[in-house]
């Protein structure tokens, strides 16, 4: 099962690290930094497993 809930796995901290991440990422792929997206995805190894998709949780201009 996949849902949309929001996470405190990723703090604002590792949000900031891994924007830098992707800006230079970004830079050294030529690629617009305005265009990225970050989603974030959880998964508990439960049986089933539960997979959490939080899409476009992040970037330039949108802050968890």
Same mark, same amino acid.
């Given at each position: 099962?996949? *849902?949309?809930?929001? *996470?405190?796995? $990723? &703090? !604002?901290? @590792?949000?900031?690290? +891994?924007? %830098?991440? =992707?800006?230079?990422?970004? %830079?050294?792929?030529? $690629? #617009?930094?305005?265009?990225? %997206?970050? #989603?974030? $995805?959880?998964?508990?190894? +439960?049986? !089933? !497993? @539960?997979? &959490?998709?939080?899409? &476009?949780?992040? =970037? !330039?201009?949108? *802050?968890?």
């Amino acid at each position: 099962m996949i *849902t949309a809930r929001r *996470t405190g796995a $990723v &703090d !604002p901290e @590792k949000q900031r690290y +891994t924007e %830098r991440a =992707g800006r230079e990422y970004a %830079r050294r792929a030529n $690629v #617009d930094f305005g265009l990225v %997206r970050f #989603d974030i $995805v959880s998964v508990l190894l +439960t049986h !089933p !497993p @539960k997979i &959490d998709l939080l899409r &476009d949780a992040f =970037g !330039p201009q949108r *802050t968890l």
